[in-house]
Every structure is written in C-alpha cells, then in structure tokens.
C-alpha cells in the first residue's frame, strides 16, 4: 500500500482564518430565492413564506455570511421596489437573467431571513444601470439612525434600528460582456472610487469590495484588475475574485487537480495588489474577497425564461464534483493570510450546496458535507505543513501529489483539524506528524465521504448516497504520529485533540 506523510508544526502558520470565508451567496436568479429559500404555500413554509425544511438544511452549514442580492442580477437591482408593504412592490422585468421578477422577497426579507440565521449579509449596490446616488440612498435606508427620507423610510417599513451592514460590494463582473452596463475598467475604476467615497462618508465603518476580473479566460485579466486597483486602492478594502470550474472534456486525473488553476488566479492577483500598493507608496495590503467560487455542471433542468422561479443551471453533483469542491476550499484555506472572504456561489438550487423540488422536498448535494464540516471544523488558523506523497502526472498540470490537505490549528488551540482528499484509485496509508504540542494527541477522529462509483449523486431526500460516515478504519495512535486510511477518491477530515 503507498504511503503518505505530513508533517504539522503548531508554530508553522500561514495566518488566521477569518470568520467570513465560510460564507454563500443568494441571488435573485431561477429558482434561488422563488421555490428555493422562500416558497409561500409549500407545506414546510412560515407565515412569512420562508420553507423551514431548506431554512434548516442552511442554519446547520453555520455560515458567516451570505452575499445579497446579486451576482448579474446588481446590474439591473432598483433595490426601492423590494421594500415596503408587498402589495405595492412592482412586478419587473430582469434583464439579467430574462426573468419576471415579483419583489414578493425583497431586501427586507432577506435581512430578516439573514438574522434568524445569524448570518451577516453582504450587500452589492447597482453600479451598472443606478450609481453613487443610489447607492448611498441604499446606505442611508440600512446604516443611518433616523431622521433623513431613507432611514425614516426604513423605521416607516417598521425597522427602528439601522441594519448596520458592514461589508459593501461596489457592483459585480462589470467587466464581462453578459453584464448589464458593463464598463471598461477606467471608467468602472472611478464610479467605483467616487461611489466607495460617497458611501464610506454616511458611513466610515464600512468595507468596500472593488470588482476584479470575473474570469481568467477574459482579454482584460489581469489588466482590469491593475487598473481599478490603481483608482480604487485608497478606498477599497478588498478586491473580488470569481472562479468556476467545469469540467470540460477533462479526463479524471485533470479534473481532480483543477483547483491549481485557482492557486495561480490567487498569485496573480495578490501581485496586482502588492505592485499597486508599491506603485501608491502605500501601507495598507489589499486583501481578496473570493465572492463566487464553485464547481459547475450542465444543468438537468430546462430553463423557462419569463417566468419566476423555473430552475437555472439546477444540477446534481456526483462523487468526482465534490472532490474538486474539496480541493477548492482547500485551496481558499492555504491563502487565509490574503483572502479574507469566501463566498460558495450558489447556495439554493443554481449549482447549490440544497436542492429543492417546488413544492416537495430539500436534500443536500455532497458538496454540502463539504461545506458544513469546513465551516464548523475549519475556524482557526491554517498551517503550513510538508508532505510526502506519490503523484501523477497530467498534461496540463504536469506532476500532481495524489493527497491534497490543509491543517488548521483550531481556535482554542488544543486541537488540530486537517481535511484531505485522495484523488487517486489507490488506497494511501497516511502518517500525520504532529510537533509543538506540550501534550501528545489524546483523541483522534477520522470521518469520510467516498463511493466505488464516481458518478454516483443524491438522488433525493431519501436517497442520499453521498454523506459523510465515521471511516471503518480506526487511526492508530503512537506518540506524536497518526496513521490513517484514505479510501480511493475520498473526502476525509481527521481532528486531534491534545491533553
């Protein structure tokens, strides 16, 4: 059997993880939010039309923070027909994804939705079709106290207290040319810089995300990013970063070693940063928002356009899907000391974490697992370790190790948690080597998600093929080493607790 080592020194850190990179991402896009999140009449909904069984499912992923309202859909948002009372909301056309949109949710909803989880929104102003006008009247609706059009407005909608949003997206993917009002990076640069000014004068507290490129594949990456850095570094706190990965013909090998792509995206832009903030003289390091990062897949689901709530790009993972879900989180994890916020892109429906049926059940996809075992596991502070391992080689990525991992020294500091995935067909012995510690591991647990078919997905509620199960193999444990089996193509989370 082959073996693998990793070697884990406590003080060996890369940085803190931050509370926001576990979060998602909820838009007004097919059936997301309409027969997603909110479906009024379904058995399983509150009188505010929220579906308890969905609300469940995402109150258990413990997330951060959740992204509102858009995605493409910011492009076009006129955020004032979503509040007030529902009855004299308009119905309107949205042009991003050739929907009718109802405002039966709206932003007062989704702030509601929100705080029963005890997640905190992060918001994106219309920069596309609306500007600086409409974006500090936004501002003024949700941070400032009282005696002003908007903020009176708001306490009129029968909220007295500011909502107090924190953290501000300065509009989405202008540079793509799918995007409502798309600009050039000059000209988005500086309505982004006077926009970000405007806002941070209602309110100084808040954080400003800039819009970097939305691809990699684009003419203008990383060149937009270079410009609007360049206008935007003195107010922004962060700039965006976007990635998606299909398959794309890839044979299995490649696919699974995908998230590489992102580890170069990640290199790239935080050079951006750092040649700006040196070009600036600055002192101040531009961090990175991950706000949309996820695995994609030929939708199962015809798309109605011109209707409300018809599934877009709804779709089922399989086994092979999660891995590279995996390997992209992991990714994210090993850059904690650049990125500070994380977004999975999209949490309902659209190449989601939940899966609904109108008016019948919610089941998780496996990337869900994933997700929820990161989020509760994975808080602390990532380590840099060594490992030992065989690989294979790809054409495109030439050498690859078959384990990919990332250990996090948790928040209490008495234990470690190191997620790995075996993307190979091989069974791997592995030795993890734990220094730093005045005590020796005192309990060590060994959870995994794998399947001897690769496609295989979960079906429904009820035929759920893809979890995640306590391994059949128990670690074994001799002074500061741990040695555990890795399943063929498997998702594993190994914690060790010290004395």
Known sequence: MARVKIQIQKDFQIGAIDRQMFGSFVEHMGSVVYNGIFE???PAADKAGFRRDVFDLVENLNLSVIRYPGGNYSSNYDWEDTVGPVKDRPAKIDLAWRQIEPNTFGFDEFMKWASELGAEPIMTVNLGTKGIQDAVNLIEYTNFAQGTKYSDLRKKHGREIPYGIKTWCLGNELDGQWQIARKTAGEYGRLAREAGKAMKIVDPD?????????ATHLDSYPDWDLQVLEETYDIADYISVHHYIDQNGDDLPTYLARANDIEEQI???????DYVKTLKRSKKTMMLSFDEWNIHRTPEVIYEPWTTGS??????????DALVFGSMLMTLLRHADRIKIACQSLLVNTIPLILTEKGGDAWPNPTYWI?????KYGRGTAL?????????NTEKYGKVLFVDHIAVLGESENEI???LINRSSEVLDTEIQVDGFSTLPCEVTHTEMHHPDLTAVNTGKNDINLKIEPSRHNPAVSENTIVCTLQAYSWNM????FK
């Open 384 to 392: 840099s370790t060594i490992i030992s391992s065989p690989d294979y």
């Open 417 to 419: 948690t190191v997620f």
């Open 267 to 273: 290199i790239t832009i935080a050079a951006a940063c």
């Open 206 to 214: 808040i954080k400003l995300v800039a819009v970097g490129s939305s």
């Open 40 to 42: 009024p009449g379904h």
């Open 311 to 320: 599934p877009l790009d709804w779709c089922r993972f399989n086994m092979a």
């Open 371 to 375: 997700m929820q075992q990161a989020s």
């Open 494 to 497: 190994v914690r060790i607790l």
